[in-house]
T-cell receptor, first 116, second 109 residues
């Protein structure tokens, strides 16, 4: 199984809603990532978890709250988002952190989020 | 700090070749290449480590020039399936994995 599964695939939420994005992998990878991607732009790093601990927070607003309940799961909790937060949210995992340089990242299909 | 890719976009006919460059203002210790089709996730193509290169696919190869802080992706005899956006990826600090600006490639029949 070389898949990273993200749910839901599409999400429309109001600015006062609370929702969560989920990401799951069963490859035994110990590093997991959240990226945000706007149309025609490269993915932007948001968070990195290494061995279930938050290693990187790229100055992401607190309305985005990551959680890593175990080594296979990664959540992104959303609250009071703004319309400009609408984007494709990608989850990725790798065998070890990409810090080692000799490992690749596997990406999920993403959640397309629209904030209205 | 984001690696800059060139060209930004390229249109090819089937069978033509293309080169995509990735340049960094900081030292590169390894470079990954990904392809992303519209509406899909990025897919890993290959990795180049400091001091060498690795070939990930037939007809798609890459080079890594550490001194120039640059990597190039070579697509030969392009196929329709090569269409998509190509990103180089590299580390910018501990754990901080970032992508280049991207190159949109379209192959026409």
């Amino acid at each position: 199984d070389t898949e990273v599964t993200q749910t839901p695939k599409h999400l429309v939420m109001g600015m006062t809603n609370k929702k969560s994005l989920k990401c799951e992998q069963h490859m035994g990878h110990r590093a997991m990532y959240w990226y945000k991607q706007k149309a025609k732009k490269p993915p932007e790093l948001m968070f990195v978890y290494s061995y279930e601990k938050l290693s990187i927070n790229e100055s992401v607003p607190s309305r985005f709250s990551p959680e890593c309940p175990n080594s296979s799961l990664l959540n992104l909790h959303l609250h009071a988002l703004q319309p400009e937060d609408s984007a494709l949210y990608l989850c990725a995992s790798s065998r070890s952190t990409l810090n080692q340089g000799n490992t690749e990242a596997f990406f999920g299909q993403g959640t397309r989020l629209t904030v209205v | 700090q984001q690696p800059v890719q060139s060209p930004q976009a390229v249109i090819l006919r089937e069978g033509e070749d293309a080169v995509i460059n990735c340049s960094s203002s900081k030292a590169l210790y390894s470079v990954h290449w990904y392809r992303q089709k519209h509406g899909e996730a990025p897919v890993f193509l290959m990795i180049l480590l400091k001091g060498g290169e690795q070939k990930g696919h037939e007809k798609i190869s890459a080079s890594f020039n550490e001194k120039k802080q640059q990597s190039s992706l070579y697509l030969t005899a392009s196929q329709l399936s090569y269409s998509g956006t190509y990103f180089c990826g590299t580390l910018s600090g501990t754990y901080k994995y970032i992508f280049g600006t991207g190159t949109r490639l379209k192959v026409l029949a």
